[in-house]
């Protein structure tokens, strides 16, 4: 874990920070520490059908949803949280002062008891690292 999903308005899909976005997530990820490089999955998705705020066509929006596994103490998780924002907010500075933009995100916790895993990246990456 995290897994990731991002999803923005079509009418910033385009936008230079926007295109960042991904990669920014996937980092702040990776920087706090506490997730494992095979865990991270990002998505990225624009939505193409949506009314923001008073419905004007250039309002615009960012979502994203951190989910991660369960067990963390709750320093932990504020810290990530606040970590993974903090550069959210840093990129998509400059576009929050040329247009209406609403960016939220929320950090979610899997259930420890129903959170299933078929996974062999951890594997894969750790081989990798040893052949280079």
Not at 19 to 34: F, M, N, P, R, S
Not at 97 to 114: C, G, I, K, N, T
């Amino acid at each position: 874990m995290p897994h990731a999903w991002i999803e923005c308005s079509a009418n910033i899909a385009d936008e230079p920070e926007v295109q960042k976005l991904k990669t920014l997530v996937y980092d702040a990820a990776l920087e706090t520490g506490i997730f494992p490089l095979g865990g991270v999955r990002v998505r990225f998705q624009v939505i193409d059908d949506y009314i923001v705020g008073d419905g004007d066509p250039a309002n615009s929006f960012v979502h994203v949803v951190l989910r991660i596994g369960a067990g963390r103490d709750l320093a932990t998780k504020k810290a990530a949280a606040d970590q993974v924002f903090a550069g959210i907010c840093d990129l998509l500075r400059p576009l929050h002062d040329r247009r209406p933009l609403a960016v939220a995100f929320e950090v979610q916790e899997m259930s420890a008891d129903l959170n299933y895993k078929f996974n062999n990246l951890h594997e894969y990456i750790k081989k990798k690292a040893v052949s280079r």
